[in-house]
């Protein structure tokens, strides 16, 4: 299978908001439409809001998609990179498009000078869990949320 990692663009909306949608769904929540619709301004917007790169096969199918920003942080000099959002359609895992996915988005960090890239899963993701496994190293840190 060939692929290709590049920008998001605005004609990939009708794709992207199915990816967004599935991504919502495997995560068992739901979002309302006005905050679907500010994340697409966002990731479309020109003052470096939130980044999105999707996966591309030959045929122009959209096979995967992430999301991040870059962020302050007390504790570098350099900006950290916040992978949010990652999500493959289930046809296509385990054939490289995560990995792909995520070499962009460290490829990227590099590039714009980013002291790390990090994200979080839930631990139920263990599919995803098996890949971030060979790709990254576990944090200790355990989240908390109010």
């Known amino acids: 299978m060939s ?10 909306h009708k794709q992207w908001l199915a990816l967004w949608n599935a991504y919502l769904v495997f995560y068992e929540t739901e979002l309302p439409e006005e905050v679907t619709s500010a994340t ?11 980044e999105c790169l999707v996966v591309e096969d030959e045929d122009g199918a959209l096979l995967g998609m992430t999301q991040f920003l870059y962020h302050l942080t007390s504790w570098s000099t350099e900006p950290r990179c916040y992978l949010h959002d990652l ?14 996915l995520i070499k962009a988005v460290e490829d990227d960090a590099k ?10 899963t839930q ?12 790709v990254a190293t576990k944090s200790p840190f355990i989240e908390y949320v109010i």
């Not at 692929?3 to 990939?12: A, E, G, L, N, P």
């Not at 000078?113 to 994200?119: D, F, I, Q």
């Open 40 to 50: 697409w301004q966002k990731i479309n917007a020109t003052d470096g809001g939130i």
């Open 111 to 120: 590039k714009e000078g980013a002291c790390e890239v990090y994200w979080m």
């Open 87 to 100: 999500y493959t359609v289930p046809e296509s895992r385990g054939q490289g498009v995560a990995r792909a």
């Open 123 to 134: 631990e139920f993701n263990e599919t995803a869990r098996k890949l971030y496994d060979k």
């Open 3 to 12: 692929i290709t990692v590049r920008q998001v663009k605005q004609s990939d």
